[in-house]
Structures are given as C-alpha cells and as structure tokens.
C-alpha cells in the first residue's frame, strides 16, 4: 500500500513539474545543489574531515548504551518499578550489549585508520577484539559500582545542602559526570577510540561538565555545581578530591611534531593528589603541575607550578574594599 502511494506521489509531481515553468525550474535548483553536495563527500572508512558519517559508531546507540548503563550502576533513576535485581540486570546488560558490540566494531579500526595513529597495527579479527572488549568491559561494571557508592559518600559529606543520599543520587549533576565518566573510562582503558567521547559529550551537554574519558580520578571525587569544570584527557586525580563549578584542569602548551601537528599521548594536564581541594574558577595549567596532597586552592587562581603538600594557596593581586552607602545612594565613609 504504502509503495503504491509512493508511485503515485512521484507521479503527481512529475505532472505538476511538467506544467508549471517555476516547479520545473526549482527541481532543476535542487538537482544541481544535490550535485554540488555530493562531490563534497568522500564515502570510504578512511578517517577524514570530508567523509560521511555512516561508517562511524553510532551516536544514538552509544548514548542509549550509557543510560543504560547509568540505570544499571542507579537502578531506579529512570523508573520506580521495583525489579528482582538479578533479573533487573541480566536484561539491561544483554541491551547494552546488543547496543555496544556493532559500535565496538565499527569503532576498532580508527585505532588505526585515525588520522593520529598511523602506526599501530591493524587487528585481523575485528568481530573476535570486539567481542573481547565487550566481555572485558562489563566485567569492570561491578568495580564502577563500587567506586561510584564512595562518590556518593563523598558528595553527601562535602555539601552541608545535601540532606539526604537520596537528593544526592537524583539530583546532583556532579554525580551524573562522575558516572558517566567511570563507564567511559573503562572503554578508553580498553583502548577503544570515539565511543567514550561520544558518551562523554553526551555527559557535558546534560550537565555542564567536561570529562575527558582519559581522565584518571580516584575513589570519593566530588563535583559541587560543576557547571563549567574542565578536566582534560591526561589529567591525574587522587583518592578523596572536591572541585567547584568553573575549575579548568588543563594543557599549559601542545609540543609538536616536526610536521607541526600535535605531540598525542603525552602527559598534558596537571596532578592532583589525595584530598585536594579546588574552589570555584580556578585554573591549573601543564603536565609538569602537581597539586600535593591535603592542599587547598583558592578561587580565581591561575597556577602553573607545582605546590607541596598541605599548602594553601590563595590570589592576592586584587583587593575587595567594603564602604558604606548613605541614604542618597553616594559613596560614604570606609
């Protein structure tokens, strides 16, 4: 039926385009742009900046992957249904892996195919590293867990506004990041390239905080408000830290190759001991900084040096000068 009603649709304007002159002439518009578009696709699996995108990892099947996973790590956070949670589990994590194994796939061979890794090795067996991947991968889950239960912890201890683990699981951003962030992490772990960055966008959109997925950060990490915090992708964070909204956690400069490309795989971004503390819009620059342990970094600051542990750094270049206003609305005494 509905392939007759096709023939008959195309016929329709074909007698229309026939009959009238400005139809004729806005068809033939369409098929010359139409033309102009497609020479400037290339359609192979090589990687680069002109080719199309269906012979990449699906987006949208990696992002319902991740919530999924999220509800598996959360189960709840998207329904009140009380489960058995064996059950529960066994079938989100078959979805997942009916969502992720093609992806893996398609993913695999930009290991070598990328633009940046022209040297590593083909795999022979894509189906077969997949498949591994896949099982390796969901065999991290219940150490994600684990890791997550102390981010938890962390944050309700570190937000005097947090009334309950409840309010924490369901409604702090910071949290959502940290998770997602675990998930992806472990597929970069797996060296597995795109896929964590898909789910780690998908994470910045929804909650305002970019994780690169390379990112190492210990147990009982706590984002508070987080909108704006930038951590990059060789970014090393210890056990027990807390970051506010705006902190950037970055590269200081990019070493280049003697073609004037980008040095990859290179320590870029700072370290971050145990039990550091960052406060809100501070920035730290370079893979030789290192924050040590039990530190305390004010807001505002920029930093691109290496403090010692247990230091307390603050800005002091400017200066908050408080004054009374009298009842006209002018300037009164100091």
Same mark, same amino acid.
Do not use: C
């Given at each position: 039926?509905?392939?007759?009603?096709?023939?008959?649709?195309?016929?329709?304007?074909?007698?229309?385009?026939?009959t009238?002159?400005l139809l004729?002439?806005?068809?033939?518009?369409?098929?010359?742009?139409?033309?102009?578009?497609?020479?400037?696709?290339?359609?192979?699996h090589?990687?680069?900046p002109?080719n199309?995108?269906?012979?990449?990892?699906?987006?949208?099947?990696v992002?319902?992957?991740?919530?999924?996973?999220?509800?598996v790590?959360?189960?709840?956070?998207?329904?009140?249904?009380?489960?058995?949670?064996?059950s529960?589990?066994?079938?989100?994590?078959?979805?997942?892996?009916?969502?992720?194994?093609p992806?893996i796939?398609?993913?695999?061979?930009?290991?070598?195919?990328?633009?940046?890794?022209?040297?590593?090795?083909?795999?022979?067996?894509?189906?077969?590293?997949?498949?591994?991947?896949?099982?390796?991968?969901?065999g991290?889950?219940?150490?994600?867990?684990?890791?997550?239960?102390?981010?938890?912890?962390?944050?309700?201890?570190?937000?005097?506004?947090?009334?309950?683990?409840?309010e924490?699981?369901?409604a702090y951003?910071?949290?959502?990041?940290?998770?997602?962030?675990r998930?992806?992490?472990?597929?970069?772990?797996?060296?597995?390239?795109?896929?964590?960055?898909?789910?780690?966008?998908?994470?910045?959109?929804?909650?305002?905080?970019? =994780?690169?997925?390379?990112? %190492?950060i210990?147990?009982?990490?706590? /984002?508070?408000?987080? *909108?704006? $915090?930038?951590? !990059?992708? &060789?970014?090393?964070?210890?056990?027990?830290?807390?970051?506010?909204?705006?902190?950037?956690?970055?590269?200081?400069?990019?070493?280049?190759?003697?073609?004037?490309?980008?040095?990859?795989? =290179?320590?870029?971004?700072? %370290?971050?001991?145990?039990n550091?503390? /960052?406060?809100?819009n *501070?920035? $730290?620059?370079? !893979?030789? &900084?290192?924050?040590?342990?039990d530190?305390?970094?004010?807001g505002n600051?920029?930093?691109m040096?290496?403090?010692?542990?247990?230091?307390?750094?603050?800005?002091t270049?400017?200066?908050?000068?408080?004054?009374?206003?009298?009842?006209?609305?002018?300037s009164?005494?100091s």
């Open positions: 039926m509905g392939g007759q009603r096709e023939i008959e649709r195309k016929v329709k304007v074909e007698l229309e385009t026939e009238n002159p004729t002439a806005q068809v033939m518009q369409i098929n010359e742009t139409a033309k102009k578009l497609a020479g400037l696709y290339a359609t192979g090589e990687d680069r002109d199309v995108l269906w012979n990449y990892p699906a987006a949208d099947h992002v319902s992957a991740l919530k999924t996973l999220i509800h790590i959360f189960p709840g956070i998207y329904s009140s249904e009380a489960e058995d949670l064996e529960l589990f066994s079938k989100q994590l078959q979805e997942v892996s009916g969502l992720l194994l992806e796939e398609r993913a695999v061979p930009y290991r070598w195919l990328a633009a940046a890794e022209q040297d590593v090795k083909p795999v022979e067996d894509v189906k077969g590293e997949a498949k591994q991947i896949l099982d390796q991968f969901l991290t889950l219940p150490t994600v867990r684990e890791m997550v239960i102390d981010d938890v912890v962390a944050a309700y201890n570190g937000d005097p506004a947090a009334l309950s683990y409840a924490v699981k369901l951003p910071g949290l959502l990041a940290i998770t997602s962030h998930i992806a992490h472990e597929l970069y772990q797996l060296h597995v390239p795109i896929i964590p960055r898909i789910m780690n966008e998908w994470t910045h959109a929804k909650a305002g905080i970019d =994780i690169h997925p390379g990112a %190492t210990g147990r009982g990490f706590f /984002i508070d408000h987080g *909108t704006g $915090v930038v951590i !990059g992708e &060789t970014t090393q964070i210890g056990s027990g830290g807390k970051i506010y909204q705006g902190v950037t956690l970055g590269a200081k400069s990019f070493p280049l190759d003697e073609n004037g490309n980008p040095i990859k795989h =290179i320590q870029r971004h700072p %370290t971050v001991e145990d550091v503390v /960052i406060y809100a *501070t920035t $730290v620059l370079g !893979g030789k &900084t290192v924050l040590g342990h530190s305390v970094i004010g600051v920029f930093l040096e290496s403090v010692p542990p247990h230091s307390f750094v603050t800005k270049e400017a200066k908050v000068t408080i004054r009374e206003k009298d009842t006209s609305g002018l009164g005494h």
